[in-house]
């Protein structure tokens, strides 16, 4: 049975899009829950309509995303923490702290989620960090982390 998605179904599709289920995985889970509806030929133009708005929107997204990258990829972000002797730091760097400073410095604001750190920074020195703007879209930035004096 073909069905119109009317929300984002996990392990399933997105919103909008055309899906062939099973009559029982519609009848008993997703037609009670209001997440999908029979399509009919009305209900799959309306569904490629959608989609075709919907990447327009992601090809716009993702222009500004590498206007955004290049931005982002002349940023050096620089950070003066106190440290040990050996470079260890007292406390850490955290995504919180960079998406901080990305706003402050460059003027754009990311969520924190974005922010590819697998670790909190703990020691001083030079990082290349990755930042996911958009699907396909990954900004390189450079973050200096110096001991204060």
Known sequence: MEVVLLKDVPKLGKRGELKRVKDGYFRNFLYPRALAV????????????????????????????????????KT?????????????????????????????EAGVEIAEDQVMLKEHIKTVGEFVINVALVEGVIAEIKVVVKAKK
Do not use: C
């Open 76 to 104: 050096i972000l620089t950070f003066e923490k106190k440290a040990s002797a050996k470079g260890k730091l007292y406390g850490s760097i955290s995504q919180k702290d960079i998406v901080k400073s990305i706003k402050d």
């Open 38 to 73: 029979i399509a009919t030929p009305a209900r799959k133009k309306m569904a490629e309509e959608f989609m075709k708005k919907r990447l327009i929107e992601f090809e716009e997204m993702k222009k500004k995303a590498v206007e955004i990258k290049e931005k982002l990829s």
